[in-house]
């Protein structure tokens, strides 16, 4: 871990992203922006989803925005302005976006010119997309170093995955420019093994089989994302879960860490199983 | 919130309600701004540095604007650093509503 802090990546943007709106992609970018800061690194966690702030209210911070994401690229304030401290772990910060304009407010200039600046002060700077394809998802994307696809198991989410992937991998910086690819993985959520079990849902193999690209985790649909979102804690910060433990994994093996992949979920351990939460 | 909050059993306030004040205090703020709120602000503090420029230099990066939306009552903070006479910043506070 410490040595991951010395000669990790600087400034290393990732795209949350998904196509399918409500698949997860804001509770995701806050689990794992929270997670990989509570390792030590210097992580910043930007809201894209322009006129629809909701980043703020998962992270507990919707008090204290005063300026946002806009006001930086329209030049009305200084990033550190804008930029919110967490309280619960010093190395995460949020840049909240603004709740009143609408996604033409982005340039790709400001975008390029915030993220720059954001580089000199942090390792990793994890960008929640908002749903679709359009302009406001792609300017998130745009200047992503990798990309977690977020994708629920079951037919429009996989179908808007394999889009979403395909723009990756050709409207992105990284692609114009010729230079080496986005890193893309897919992080399965609200994975429920009953109701594969029941033929209902398709399996973890399925998707990954249709996406073709690497698994970085599988997010269990757990009670204590709901619990996290109403508190304001990212689900990693509040109490032990499954979908915690599940964002723990998928941080650690972004970092290149090489955990074994489990399928955790709420339901078996019964009581005493969500105080220490994990399951086989 | 909850009276049982701090009983033995390590049970919490249930979150729901936690979820519904958070919420209620934050469309209290956006409604009633008309949800012109964080426009004002750029604007605001430029006004505020044109004023202290009449008294003395101060870069743009000397003034800082923090607000604390609470349930009753909003704080806004407005720090400025003095430059040469007083090393040490000089806050000062207002408070709206
Ligand atoms: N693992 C999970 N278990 C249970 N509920 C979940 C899980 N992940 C997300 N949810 C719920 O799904 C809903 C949508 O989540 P979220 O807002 O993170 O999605 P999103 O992709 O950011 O949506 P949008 O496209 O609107 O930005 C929320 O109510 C959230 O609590
Ligand atoms: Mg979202």
Redesign the interface.
Known sequence: MTQLKEDGPRGRVIVITSGKGGVGKTTSAAAISAAIAKRGHKVVVIDFDVGLRNLDMIMGCERRVVFDFINVVQGDARLSQALIKDKRVDTLSILPTSQTRDKDALTSEGVEKVLDELRKDFDYIICDSPAGIERGAQMAMYYADEAVVVTNPEVSSVRDSDRVLGLLASKTQRAEKGLEPVKSQVLLTRHDQGRIDRGEMMAVEDVLELLAVPLLGIVPESTAVLRASNVGMPVVLDAPSSAASAYEDAVARLLGEDVPMRIGSDKRPGLLGRFFGRSA | MSLFGFSLKPRRPK??Q??KD?LQ??LAH?RGSG?????Y??AM?NDILAVIRKYMKIE??EV???????DDISSLEINIEMPTQQKDATAAKARSR
């Not at chain 2, 949800?35 to 426009?39: L, V």
């Not at chain 2, 800082?64 to 609470?70: A, F, G, H, K, T």
């Open positions: 979150s729901a936690t979820a958070r205090i934050l956006e949800s012109q709120e964080p426009d602000l750029p503090q743009d990066d800082d604007i923090r607000m604390e939306r609470r």
